[in-house]
């Protein structure tokens, strides 16, 4: 490692290491006996203005680009939580549109809809906003709308389905389908620059979401299958995620670094 001497004291200096370059503040013992003292380092890349710390994307997080760390210490990662219950309702609402076992009643969802997708997922993305997480915010409290609004429509009691004839219903079901695909695709563009995983599991989305968004506009019962199968992919890529949130190597046989496998061209500290 090289260290450039030239400008020391209260003046941050640049650390060469393993081809990447750092700033990094030192200073000199009052003794005057020429020790350097390094203090703890904030560690950023060279184009930044001032020392600060820095972190590369994380789909654990749903930061989708590089992002200085919370300044609230007190709170905790609030993004697996909400990962884990959007991955969940994906993954039931999947395999009753894929038909599997024979399943095609939704009602089942009605529950875990409100509680789960809708409530749970709500806080989370609540409490990302004070760990500063705008794009995690968007997107929990987001999704967490859809599936509140998802259990008032499979909920006979809100006397919605009643309200349409079938011909009407394929017309308001591909309209609402249509307004989060339409969010979901927006949010898409925002991961193109973060990890492969966090990538991936937007691109899902929007694929499953555009399969379903056909069925309900031409009625065509295969491509809602279809969406259904997509849609179980796509839970575990979620699930997937959520696990890179909560796992470590304190903790964890099956660690993987997020930071290797990052998009390509994908900006790194």
């Known amino acids: 490692m090289e260290i450039d001497l030239e400008a020391y004291g209260d003046e941050p200096v640049i650390i060469n290491s393993k081809g990447r370059r750092y700033f990094l503040k030192v200073s000199t013992s009052e003794s005057g006996d020429n020790i350097i003292h390094f203090e703890e380092p904030p560690i950023v890349p060279t184009d930044c203005d001032t020392p600060c710390e ?3 994307a994380f789909g654990g997080t749903l930061n989708p680009g590089i992002h200085s760390p919370p300044k609230n210490k007190s709170i905790g990662n609030p993004v697996p939580l909400g990962l884990a219950t959007f991955s969940y309702c994906v993954l039931v609402v999947s395999l009753i549109n894929a038909e599997v076992r024979g399943l095609t009643n939704p009602r089942v969802m009605i529950g875990p809809a409100f509680f789960l997708g809708g409530l749970v997922e709500l806080i989370a993305g609540i409490v990302a906003l004070f760990v500063e997480g705008t794009f995690a915010a ?5 999704f967490s709308g859809f599936w509140f609004s998802y259990g008032c429509l499979k909920t006979d009691q809100f006397g919605i389905r009643a309200s349409y004839t079938d011909d009407e219903w394929r017309s308001a079901e591909g309209f609402f389908l249509l307004g989060w695909l339409i969010l979901s ?3 898409l563009l925002c991961t ?3 990890t492969i995983g966090l990538f991936l599991l937007f691109v899902g989305i ?3 979401q555009l399969l379903l968004t056909i069925a309900a506009f031409t009625g065509n019962h295969n491509i809602r299958k279809v969406g259904g199968y ?3 992919i796509t839970s575990c890529v979620g699930w997937y995620n959520m696990y890179c949130g909560i796992a470590t190597p304190d903790n964890s046989y099956f660690y993987v670094p997020a930071e290797n496998f990052m998009m390509p061209r994908a900006p790194r500290v």
């Open 185 to 187: 695709f927006l949010l």
């Open 54 to 56: 820095l972190l590369n």
């Open 206 to 208: 929007n694929l499953f």
């Open 138 to 142: 968007v997107t929990l409290g987001g």
């Open 230 to 232: 997509l849609g179980i």
């Open 192 to 194: 193109m620059k973060a």
